[in-house]
């Protein structure tokens, strides 16, 4: 009788323990969620805490709200858990931005030069009024959408942008925010992700036909084999579960409890032939801004300072950072920052050929490859951009804005929006919830062009 006792009260603990164990587990996404928002947006962006704390959290889930955090200004860090469970804090470094410390984080490496002014180039204006003013642009039009879409509270708008012609020809930004302030990219950071692979193309450092160099698939045919255009295109066939509202899914372990974002994706297994089927994987991205590391070390080139030497510092995007996870490699599919005039400048990369100021940072033909439509995708998807084009089953997502239009999107409503057929590129950034981004920010765009017109051919 003692003896099934003492079993039941040890199988009790194991229990109980077992239950802890799995209680801590799911708070660390909410926690490192809060920790990691607050380091970047406060030491980063240069945002005033008790904004961030009233603003950032609210109405994302209860979890969050059950959060609690400290922000260390002395050691330049924030730290979360829930009634002690999940315990998470993230870290800031000059010129790295925040790190979800997980395990020991490696050693920042030295940061680089700033990026000079003899090296920036101001976009030319064309306001309004002013000498530069283009006169295919109903300027009136333009500036009501632009105030109506600042005024509407639901939709949270922080930042928009109008490029026309390579011109800068509207501008806002919504209270507290202004044109020094980056902005969080979320999955922006997907096509920023492949255009570095685009100028490490241009550089002869890769070909996207040939398999990427993924250390877990040594071993393994079918997967060694994959090609960077099939990761780039998301159809190389991958298990990844993208569940944001599951604590325990690949994207949230992967984001907020990993040491290695993109080693927990290249874990995964095959689970269809690649090329006939199409999933939207943030693994992917993170496999590939790994993968970028021993491309570019295989050939002599510094992973920490390619991004800046072959994109940033050429484009004049002094403000960019691209955050990284503990085992030091870029959260390509997340974390990166810029202001939104540097998000114009990677846009107009775009709608230039991959040409910036007579220097090509991209492949001729780049910009076609990155709008193509993925045959899996039914349309919807290139690589590593959004498309607005009708598949065969469905209808594009925008259907009242041109089919040549192709984005960079991100989780509640960040874009970089490339209209060729307008010469245009449009940045909105802002906070939209309750409510589908795109289906908010479509009519503005919409208003946008129309106000902006059709290039001259």
């Known amino acids: 009788m003692k003896v099934r006792i003492l079993f039941i009260a040890a199988a009790a603990a194991i229990a109980a323990a077992a239950g802890l164990a799995i209680a801590d587990r799911a708070a660390r996404v909410p926690a490192a969620y809060m920790a990691k928002t607050l380091c970047s947006e406060i030491f980063l962006a ?9 603003v950032e959290f609210e109405g994302i889930s209860p979890a969050i709200d059950l959060a609690r955090a400290a922000v ?44 000079l002014n003899t090296s920036y180039t101001p976009w030319a204006e064309g306001f309004a009024g002013t000498p530069g003013a283009l006169d295919r642009i109903d300027y009136a039009s333009l500036d009501a ?12 708008t922080r930042a928009l942008l109008v490029v026309v012609d390579g011109r800068l020809v509207a501008e806002r930004y919504g209270e507290g925010f202004g044109p020094e302030t980056p902005f969080l990219s979320w999955s922006m950071a997907k096509s920023v992700t492949a255009t570095l692979i685009g100028a490490a193309v241009q550089r002869g450092l890769i070909d996207i036909a040939a398999p990427v160099p993924v250390s877990e698939w040594a071993g393994d045919a079918r997967r060694a084999a994959l090609p960077w255009d099939d990761l ?15 604590p325990f899914s690949d994207v949230s372990r992967m984001l907020f409890d990993a040491h290695s974002a993109g080693a927990v994706a290249a874990r995964k297994p095959l689970i269809h032939p690649p090329e006939t089927s199409w999933a939207y994987s943030s693994g992917t991205s993170n496999i590939l801004a790994r993968a970028l590391r021993p491309a570019l070390e295989a050939k002599g080139e510094s992973y920490d300072a390619f991004p800046r030497e072959a994109l940033f510092a050429p484009l004049g995007a002094a403000s960019a950072v691209m955050e990284r996870d503990s085992s030091g490699h870029y959260i390509g599919s997340s974390y990166m920052y810029a202001t939104a005039r540097d998000w114009a400048r990677l846009g107009q990369l775009y709608l230039d050929d991959g040409v910036w100021n007579g220097a090509r940072l991209l492949p001729e033909g780049w ?28 209808r ?9 239009i192709y984005y960079f999107a991100g989780h509640e409503g960040q874009y970089v929006f490339i209209a060729p057929s307008a010469n245009a590129v449009i940045v909105r950034t802002g906070i939209t919830r309750g409510a589908v981004p795109l289906d908010v920010v479509a009519p503005m765009l919409t208003q946008i062009l129309a106000a902006v017109g059709e290039a001259t051919p």
């Open 46 to 54: 240069g945002r005033d805490e008790a904004v961030v704390r009233a």
């Open 72 to 115: 260390d200004r002395k050691a330049r860090r924030a730290s979360a858990s829930l009634y002690g469970f999940g315990r998470a804090t993230a870290l800031y470094r000059d010129g790295e931005g925040c790190v979800i410390v997980k395990g020991a984080p490696t050693q920042a490496p030295p940061p680089g030069d700033p990026i």
């Open 145 to 156: 959408s632009l105030d109506a879409a600042m005024a509407d509270g639901g939709a949270a």
């Open 232 to 246: 780039l295109r998301m159809q190389s066939g991958l298990a990844f579960k993208e569940d944001y509202g599951d």
């Open 367 to 394: 910009a076609a490859y990155a709008a193509s439509p993925t045959p899996a995708s039914d349309g919807a998807y290139g690589a590593h951009f959004w498309l607005n084009r009708d598949g065969a089953a469905r």
């Open 396 to 404: 594009r997502y925008m259907p009242n804005a041109p089919e040549d």
